[in-house]
């Protein structure tokens, strides 16, 4: 079975008691109420999800386990004479819920580099996609035509106790997460680098070895993938990819389906496509200016040119933080260390100077502060990789890491197939006119 995944059941076990006494002694117990406002806006702030993996706090950012970004990064384990933590530590962390020894990461490295392998109707299928299609729309067809690999979906067929469907599900998501860096660099390779492809060197460790793929050798892009693919893991369950992946994945679907579906949303602009937004807006910025640096008087203008055409700033706000982002300031430590005299870094800088003061003085914005997407694509851009539309796969490769350890989750805790109740208009008119009661 693999001492991981022995663990991850004995872990489950645990607190599936846990939860089935809360659920017996506190069921009926009101968690909050819900506006009206919230049910035609998104169900924004409904507490109606259980996530083991992260929490998201407004005023101290992301949590994963319990520990923050930069407890990550000091505390997890790093390649030998990197500075940057392993993601397969935090795939550890958000699976089992302690910090993993050196040892458990490289047993996760080992578990990956066997399992690797893709298919080569898998290849096919994204060749039959015209090179001009985007390469968010590649990456779900080269994961949905993986499927046929589904280990839960061949054993759910074949009958099984639903008490065992966790283990197939563990399985399911270890080998999709080892096979996306391999589809991710082939849908690059293939789109940007002539179809000249690069094979995997299985010793390098699973972020190491996706930089490799892509083409990139250098030891600071290594730590920046590193990085990058811990920092984008997970935020908590209710965002669109991390809840798509768990509401397909609640009616049975296996992972690859679920995952798939995540990677749809993720593709979204509001979503995981606004880091190819943010450094989009940076260079049109930049070449209509004239090139070169501007000043910090010429971005302000630009800035309120862009709000006053009805646009947004891309990178800056969120739906939940109330501060900068823990993951924006992980990258720009990083920039400072690595690459603090990159012109389009320095750009960023000024960027993130001119602009949460004039949304705050617009009065209308919780949340003036940058997010990840607004420093990310500038570190990309300085290793050389300046093709922004891929960037959102590399967001998704490292997305897989959170919503498949939840998946794992949702089937060991045995969660329902999730089902909320809607209304129409006219039923809301009549309840606010006390005609009728919600149920």
């Not at 779900?140 to 979906?153: D, I, K, L, P, R």
């Not at 290594?222 to 009616?251: F, P, Q």
């Not at 500038?378 to 998946?407: D, I, K, M, P, Q």
Request: proline share 4%; hydrophobic share 40%.
């Amino acid at each position: 079975m693999g001492y991981i995944k022995e663990k991850f059941k004995v872990k489950a076990d645990e607190l599936n008691a846990e939860v089935k006494d809360l659920v017996k002694n506190h069921g009926t117990k009101k968690i909050e109420d819900v506006t009206l406002a919230q049910v035609y806006q998104g169900m924004r702030g409904i507490t109606g999800l259980v996530t083991e993996t992260s929490l998201l706090d407004a005023n101290e950012g992301i949590r994963f386990r319990g520990y923050s970004i930069p407890e990550l990064r000091e505390k997890m384990p790093k390649v030998k004479g990197g500075a940057e933590p392993l993601p397969e530590g935090l795939f550890y962390l958000m699976l089992i819920g302690e910090l993993p020894a050196e040892a458990d990461v490289q047993h996760l490295s080992n578990q990956w580099a066997r399992r690797s392998h893709v298919p080569n109707h898998v290849f096919a299928a994204i060749d039959a996609l015209p090179v001009s299609t985007h390469p968010m729309t590649m990456f779900t067809v080269g994961v949905m035509a993986m499927q046929t690999e589904s280990a839960f979906a061949k054993a759910y067929a074949e009958g099984m106790n639903k008490k065992d469907y966790w283990s197939v599900m563990y399985d399911d998501a270890m080998d999709l997460i080892a096979r996306l860096p391999r589809i991710a660099a082939y849908i690059y390779r293939r789109k940007y680098k002539g179809n000249n492809h690069i094979q995997p060197n299985g010793l390098l460790d699973w972020a190491g070895n996706f930089a490799h793929m892509l083409g990139y050798e250098d030891e600071g892009f290594k730590e920046l993938m590193r990085l990058y693919m811990t920092i984008h893991a997970d935020h908590e369950g209710g965002n669109v990819s991390a809840h798509t992946t768990h509401l397909v994945g609640s009616a049975l679907s296996d992972a690859y389906l679920s995952f798939a579906a995540g990677m749809n949303g993720l593709a979204g602009p509001l979503h995981g496509l606004a880091n190819q937004e943010v450094i989009k807006w940076i260079l049109d910025m930049r070449e209509e200016l004239g090139g070169g640096m501007p000043t910090k008087q010429q971005i302000e203008d630009y800035v309120r040119k862009t709000l006053a055409e009805g646009k947004v700033v891309p990178g800056y706000g969120h739906a939940v933080l109330r501060k900068t982002d823990p993951r924006f300031t992980a990258q720009m430590e990083f920039a400072k260390k690595h690459l603090s005299d990159d012109e389009l870094v320095r750009i960023v800088w000024l960027v993130y100077e001119t602009v949460p003061p004039i949304l705050e003085s617009l009065g209308k914005i919780k949340n003036p502060w940058p997010n990840v997407d607004a420093h990310s694509g500038a570190l990309l851009v300085h290793y050389g990789l300046v093709e922004y539309e891929f960037y959102t796969v590399l967001f998704g490769v490292s997305r897989a890491l959170g919503v498949l350890a939840s998946l794992c989750w949702d089937r060991a805790l045995g969660f329902s197939l999730e089902r909320p109740k809607s209304v129409t208009t006219e039923w809301m008119k009549q309840f606010v006119e006390g005609k009728v009661e919600a149920e």
